[in-house]
């Protein structure tokens, strides 16, 4: 399967414990997205990296979140002290470089889904 | 922070009708407007895409239709499957920023 990879698909933890995610994207897709998704709700941006800089930041990313791509290719998002309010599905996307209609496409992950006790 | 409002919450259609989901947009620098599909415990998965260049795209059973002046979308699902079950969400991208707003989602149940 040559689709973006997440791990673990599942993580309970319990209130102030700190998590780490991992997104793989599409082998050549040089830029990379976090979103978050609740119930009910579409996803929301987190953050952008273009190979391995971090570009973008909503304001929804707290103090408390932390994403690298250290060598432009997977990436991490931390969660440190999480609250209960931070259960929810965390989406990674990846792009490719080129232009035109492919600019803009997004190949999401399966996603994490986030419960915190 | 949602700037694309997605309409209706819930669809229930027959086998063989026409699903429609409509989307709204407030940003006329938008310039890239997707439709993704999400099946429960799946990540969204693209299904088609329109630059505001043209008013209608259609790719299969599955057609976009584009109103820049109303800053409105929508897709059109014909003879609909109890396969295409699922929730739609329209989103909405502006070149050179790289936030994709989504709207809120619409669950759909075809029924047989």
């Known amino acids: 399967d040559t689709g973006v990879s997440q791990d673990p698909r599942h993580k309970i933890t319990k209130r102030g414990q700190n998590v780490t995610f991992r997104c793989d994207p599409i082998?050549?897709?040089?830029?990379l997205y976090w979103y978050r998704q609740t119930l009910g709700q579409g996803p929301e941006f987190l953050t952008y990296?273009?190979?391995?800089?971090?570009?973008?930041k909503s304001r929804l990313l707290s103090d408390r979140f932390s994403a690298e791509r250290p060598k432009g290719s997977f990436s991490t998002l931390e969660i440190q002290r999480t609250e209960q309010g931070d259960s929810a599905m965390y989406l990674c996307a990846s792009s490719p470089r080129t232009g035109g209609m492919l600019y803009n496409e997004q190949f999401f992950g399966p996603g994490t889904r986030l419960t915190v006790l | 922070q949602q700037q694309v409002k997605q309409s209706p919450q819930s669809l229930i259609v027959q086998k063989g009708g026409i699903s429609i989901i409509n989307c709204a947009y407030e940003n006329t620098a938008f310039d890239y407007f997707p439709w993704y599909q999400q099946f429960p415990g799946k990540g969204p998965a693209l299904l088609i895409a329109?630059?505001?260049?043209?008013s209608e795209k259609k790719e299969g059973r599955f057609t976009i239709s584009f109103n820049k002046s109303a800053k409105q979308f929508s897709l059109h699902i014909m003879d609909s499957q109890p396969g295409d079950s699922a929730t739609y969400f329209c989103?909405?991208?502006?070149?050179?920023?790289?936030?994709?707003?989504f709207g809120a989602g619409t669950r759909l149940t075809v029924k047989p």
């Open positions: 329109i630059r505001p260049d043209v």
């Open positions: 990296f273009q190979n391995e800089a971090q570009l973008e």
């Open positions: 989103a909405a991208n502006e070149r050179g920023v790289n936030d994709m707003r």
């Open positions: 082998s050549e897709h040089n830029r």
